[in-house]
């Protein structure tokens, strides 16, 4: 008796510990910020769990298809993901938040609203993820397309491998402007530091983001708990002020 009431006392003591498990998350550049919020909120909820590996879209794809044990991919687009469910390696895959465009500079006086420093004849480096890699790369040369100013600018560029990458040529000035992500300079709706031009969504394609759970994860606790936490009201909250948007 004795011994089934400690039982029972523990397991409502420690109801989460005892069913605790672990997850491998594979984050795209531009996610870190929030990423790093989320991640111990879904902890401290489920008691699960998680491992952060943050980079470009395309080098997960890559790694993915060497074996690299990710469990869950948050992509910024749409493309990988759905390819790597095609192909039988993932499942469940939605999109959990859209992407924003900014044109920033360290400097507080260089960019206005309009982002008319992009009409002006180039006098320095212009920092933008590798369009190949990134999707946030491949949405700069649209904008740039469709502003008439891509063969004026494309002699400029410093090229990072993803968006953080891309911010850092920015943010330490090897580049006085950069095509950055919103979630990176922006935080409650408000410019960190430097200034800004968000980037009109006309100008590029919608920056979707998938998630999808890979490989045989559907039987992992913590990638499928997380799965649902980061569509919960508290996880949406948070995307938004970071200034990502929703369908």
């Known amino acids: 008796m004795r011994r089934l009431l400690f039982t029972v006392v523990f397991s409502l003591v420690f109801p989460l510990s005892a069913h605790a498990a ?6 795209a550049s ?3 910020a929030p990423m790093k919020k989320l991640a111990p909120m879904f902890e401290r909820e489920t008691g699960h769990k998680l491992t952060l590996a943050f980079g470009s879209t395309g ?18 687009d749409e493309a990988i ?7 039988g390696m993932g499942s469940r895959r939605y999109t959990y938040a859209l992407g924003r465009l900014v044109l920033w500079s360290a400097q507080a006086d260089l960019v ?7 009409q002006q004849t180039p006098l320095g480096r212009l920092a933008i ?3 190949r890699l990134a999707p946030y790369g491949a949405a700069a040369i649209q904008t740039l397309e469709r502003l008439g100013r891509l063969t004026a600018w494309r002699p400029q560029f410093v090229v990072g491998e ?20 919103m979630a990176q300079i922006y935080v409650d709706g408000r410019l960190q530091s430097g200034s800004a031009w968000i980037v009109p969504q006309s100008l590029y394609q919608p920056i979707r ?16 708990a997380f799965m649902k936490f980061l569509r919960s009201e508290a996880a949406v909250a948070v995307l938004r002020d970071y200034g990502y948007t929703f369908e």
């Open 59 to 76: 080098k997960f794809y890559a790694q993915i298809h060497h074996g690299a044990p990710f469990d869950v991919l948050l992509a910024a």
């Open 209 to 224: 983001q998938d998630a999808i759970l890979l490989g045989k994860a559907e039987h992992n606790d913590a990638a499928t």
């Open 162 to 181: 993803n968006i953080s990458q891309a911010f850092q040529f920015a943010s330490t000035g090897n580049a006085p402007l950069g095509f950055v992500a």
């Open 112 to 118: 206005d609203n309009q982002g008319a420093v992009l």
């Open 22 to 27: 672990e997850a491998l998350i594979a984050v």
């Open 129 to 131: 993820a590798d369009p």
């Open 81 to 87: 993901p759905a390819k790597l469910e095609q192909e």
């Open 30 to 32: 531009n996610f870190t």
